[in-house]
C-alpha cells in the first residue's frame, strides 16, 4: 500500500523465512566473519574467470537461502536479482541455473534492498507466495570491469572503496517465521555533480540521506522507532557526509545508531581505504550480520539504506557526473 | 542544505517543510552547469575528503624509484664488465631483465601491492609500463588469446605508445625545420 510519496507499507508482513550470506576470504578475515553461512578460501572458486566465479558466489548464496527455508525450490514463484556486472550477467546465469521464473534488477549497490523491496511487494499483494530476493558482488570482477586490471600497480587514494566479494539472498514468504518486512521507501535518482569514482561513499551520500528523509516523513515516524539504521556502502567519507547533511536538515540520528554496512564488514586493520562496497556488502551485512542479531532478539527493528551509484566506466570517460540512488527496507521482529 | 524535492507543505517531524523541485541537467562537462546546491555540496564533499598523503608519497616513491633505479645502475654494471656490453648497448638487457622482474612480480599478484605502497616509484620507471601491459594480459585471458590477450594488452599502454610515438613525431618535425631555417 503507498503511503505518503514514495514508500510502501506491507500491510500483511511478509516475512523473511530465511536468509542465507557467502562470502570471500577476505570477508572471512573480516569483523563479520561468523554471520557469513558460507566463506571461500579462493576468489575463483575453481572458475576459469572472475565472473564465472561471481555467479557460483550468488548461486550458493540462493541455494543456502532455499534448503534454510525448509520450502521446495518448486514451490517459489520468482528470483528477483542483481549485481554489478554488464548486462547484470552474474544474476541472469544464477537464474538459468535455478530455473525459477526471474526478474534481473540493477540498482547498482542498491539491488540488494530493491530486490528486498519488490519481492516483499509481491508477496503482500498476492502475487507470488514465495520469492526469493539475491544481490552479489566480486571484487576482481567489478574492479576488471570499473576501474583497472587487478594486478595493475595504481595507486588508490583514501576515498577509494573495497569491493565486497561474496553474495546474500533471502526468501520471502506470505508467512512463516521470521522477521517481517514492513515497509519500503524507494529512492529517488540524485546527482550532486561528483564525477570521481574512487569517492563513490561522498557521491551517494546525499540520495541516502534523500531516502532516509523521505522514509521518516512518508511514515511520519521518528528515528527512535529503529535499533539500527544503516546504510549500504557509504563508507567512511559519504557516512560522515550523511550525518552531517542529515543534521543540517535537522534529523539527529545518534551514531551508535547511524551506521553502514561498507564500515561494519571489515576489521579495522584490512586495507579497504574508506570501506566495504558493492552489492554484495549491503546484502551480506544485511542477510547475514543483521537478520542473525534480530533473531537473536538484539535487534527489533532495523532500517537499510542499500545506497548506488548508476554510473557505468563509459560513462565516467564521456565526464557524466555519478547520478546515485538509495532505497529503504525496514525489517522489524514481532514478539 | 536542501538537496530535497517533490511537494509543499509536507509535515515532517512535526514542522513544516516547504520543498522545492530541483531539477538536475545533466550533460558533458562543457555544457553542465552546476546548480548552486551541487557547487555548495561538491565543497562539504571537498572538506570531508580525506587528503593524500602527499608528502609521503613523495618519500615512497622517491625510495622506491630510486631503488628500482640503482637496481637497474647495478644490472647495467653486471652487464658491461661480465657481459662484455658497452655503456650504450647495456641498457637493452637491462630493461629486459627489469621488465621481466615486473611481469613477475604482476604474475604473482605481488607488484599491486608495492605499487600500492610505493605510487609513482612503481609506476614511473620501465617496470610501471610492464605492469601495466602483463596485468591486462593476464587479467584478459579469460576471453581469449586472440580477443581477450592480444586485443587488451595495450588496454592501459596503448595510449602511451599512442603519444609517445606522436610526440616524437612532432619533436623530430621542429628539429627538421628548425634545421631547414638554418639552426642548429
Known amino acids: 500500500m503507498l503511503v505518503g510519496h514514495q514508500s510502501w507499507q506491507f500491510k500483511t508482513k511478509p516475512a523473511i523465512i530465511s536468509s542465507s550470506a557467502v562470502g570471500g576470504p577476505f570477508e572471512g578475515a573480516g569483523e563479520l566473519a561468523q554471520d557469513f553461512d558460507i566463506i571461500h578460501k579462493d576468489i575463483w572458486l575453481g572458475q576459469d574467470s572472475f565472473e564465472k566465479a561471481e555467479k557460483i558466489f550468488l548461486e550458493h548464496a540462493c541455494e543456502r537461502a532455499i534448503v534454510k527455508s525448509g520450502i521446495k525450490k518448486e514451490d517459489i514463484h520468482f528470483f528477483l536479482s542483481g549485481d554489478l556486472m554488464n548486462q547484470i550477467i552474474s544474476s541472469s546465469f544464477a537464474a538459468r541455473t535455478l530455473g525459477i521464473p526471474y526478474f534481473g534488477i540493477f540498482g547498482a549497490c542498491s539491488s540488494s534492498m530493491e530486490g528486498l523491496a519488490l519481492a516483499s511487494l509481491m508477496v503482500d499483494s498476492g502475487a507470488a507466495k514465495y520469492v526469493i530476493a539475491a544481490a552479489g558482488s566480486h571484487n576482481a570482477s567489478t574492479e576488471k570491469q570499473y576501474r583497472y586490471p587487478t594486478g595493475y600497480g595504481g595507486q588508490k587514494p583514501p576515498t577509494a572503496q573495497w569491493t565486497v566479494t561474496g553474495a546474500g539472498a533471502a526468501v520471502i514468504g506470505y508467512k512463516g517465521e521470521g522477521p517481517k518486512v514492513t515497509g519500503a521507501t524507494i529512492g529517488k535518482v540524485i546527482d550532486m555533480g561528483l564525477t570521481d569514482p574512487f569517492n563513490m561513499g561522498a557521491a551517494m551520500a546525499p540520495a541516502a540521506v534523500d531516502t532516509i528523509e523521505a522514509h521518516f516523513r512518508d511514515f511520519n515516524r521518528d528515528p527512535s522507532y529503529y535499533d539500527i539504521i544503516a546504510t549500504g556502502d557509504l563508507g567512511k567519507v559519504g557516512h560522515e557526509i550523511a550525518v552531517e547533511l542529515l543534521i543540517k536538515d535537522g534529523l539527529k540520528l545518534p551514531l551508535e545508531k547511524f551506521k553502514d554496512c561498507g564500515l561494519l564488514i571489515y576489521k579495522k586493520e584490512q586495507p579497504v581505504f574508506a570501506g566495504g562496497s558493492g552489492c554484495g556488502c549491503s546484502a551480506t551485512v544485511t542477510y547475514g550480520h543483521f537478520l542473525n542479531l534480530m533473531k537473536k532478539g538484539e535487534l527489533n527493528r532495523i532500517l537499510v539504506i542499500a545506497t548506488g551509484a548508476l554510473m557505468s566506466p563509459m560513462s565516467f570517460q564521456q565526464k557524466e557526473s555519478i547520478p546515485c540512488i538509495a532505497h529503504a527496507v525496514s525489517i522489524e521482529m514481532e514478539r | ?184
Open chain 2, 1 to 184: 542544505m536542501k538537496i530535497r524535492i517533490i511537494c509543499n507543505n509536507i509535515v515532517y517531524g512535526g514542522r513544516k517543510k516547504n520543498i522545492r523541485i530541483e531539477g538536475v541537467k545533466m550533460s558533458n562537462k562543457k555544457t553542465r552547469e552546476l546548480t548552486p546546491i551541487q557547487i555548495k555540496y561538491k565543497d562539504i564533499a571537498k572538506g570531508k575528503e580525506p587528503k593524500r598523503p602527499v608528502v609521503s608519497n613523495c618519500i615512497r616513491a622517491f625510495l622506491v624509484g630510486g631503488i628500482i633505479c640503482t637496481l637497474g645502475q647495478g644490472l647495467q654494471w653486471m652487464f658491461i664488465n661480465y657481459f662484455n656490453f658497452t655503456e650504450k648497448t647495456a641498457s637493452s638487457p637491462t630493461s629486459a631483465v627489469l621488465i621481466i622482474l615486473s611481469v613477475l612480480l604482476t604474475g604473482f599478484g605481488i607488484y599491486d601491492h608495492i605499487a600500492q605502497w610505493a605510487g609513482a616509484g612503481t609506476a614511473i620507471p620501465v617496470t610501471g609500463f610492464a605492469n601495466s601491459i602483463a596485468s591486462a594480459a593476464i587479467e584478459h585471458k579469460s576471453e581469449g588469446y586472440v580477443l581477450g590477450v592480444g586485443g587488451n594488452m595495450f588496454k592501459l599502454a596503448g595510449s602511451v605508445i599512442v603519444f609517445g610515438a606522436f610526440s616524437a613525431f612532432v619533436v623530430a618535425v621542429i628539429k627538421i625545420t628548425i634545421k631547414w631555417i638554418g639552426g642548429y
